[in-house]
């Protein structure tokens, strides 16, 4: 593992800026990977992990640096529930633990560091500080991961009776005996033109 100082300056690059989030997704991947006791994720236990996020913000973009899981590379699953939380799963010891941000962080920080007149300074400052147990609450899981979602997957490719379109990772459905693409059978999130 880095030093969280370490860690801040690949997540900025990585993300653009520095900020309050970042500091916050850091901190949340460096925690649970202590709880998890996996200690080298970039190098000899980086196929040990699956993580899972539940926000599309600044912490997010941070977790990845940590943990080395990453969209591209199917270690990182996109679960959109709207919470500064994310499932850490140790492939290895079959462990999960789920790490969310407190809601009293923020008025600790402005406790901590009533002085500091910008929120997100104050933030920054507060979050790097912080003991774990006031920045997050953990409990332990079990996420029960099919073959499907692991890295690496080679699976049969299915295509659409709709629009033809290749369907990978068992992603198709099957409608009155028809092997549809999850667009096709009402998933769509978009309106052709
Ligand atoms: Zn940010
Ligand atoms: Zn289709």
């Known amino acids: 593992m880095r030093?969280?100082?370490?860690y801040e300056v690949l997540a900025a690059a990585a993300h653009g800026?520095?900020?309050?989030?970042?500091?916050?997704?850091?901190?949340m991947a460096m925690h649970g990977m202590e709880l998890l006791g996996v200690e080298d994720p970039e190098g000899s236990d980086r196929k040990r992990l699956v993580t899972f996020v539940e926000i599309d913000r600044c912490a997010t973009d941070a977790i990845p640096v940590v943990t080395g899981c990453r969209l591209g590379k199917r270690a990182l699953k996109f679960r959109d529930f709207g919470k500064v939380a994310a499932t850490f799963c140790d492939l290895q010891t079959q462990r999960s633990v789920r790490v969310v941000a407190r809601e009293s962080s923020k008025q600790r920080a402005?406790?901590?560091?009533?002085?500091i007149g910008d929120k997100n300074?104050?933030?920054m400052q507060a979050y790097r500080e912080m003991e774990p147990s006031d920045l997050f609450d953990h409990r332990w899981v079990r996420v029960?991961?099919?073959?499907?979602?692991?890295?690496?997957?080679?699976?049969?490719r299915?295509?659409?009776?709709?629009?033809?379109?290749?369907?990978n990772f068992e992603r198709q459905v099957i409608r009155d005996g028809r092997t549809l693409c999850r667009s096709c059978a009402?998933?769509?999130y978009y309106t052709l033109l």
């Open 3 to 6: 030093t969280l100082a370490e």
């Open 17 to 27: 800026h520095m900020c309050a989030g970042q500091i916050l997704g850091l901190r």
């Open 110 to 115: 402005k406790e901590l560091y009533p002085g």
């Open 121 to 123: 300074r104050q933030q």
């Open 144 to 156: 029960e991961i099919g073959p499907e979602e692991f890295p690496g997957y080679k699976g049969q």
């Open 158 to 167: 299915h295509i659409c009776a709709e629009c033809a379109e290749g369907i």
């Open 186 to 188: 009402g998933e769509r």
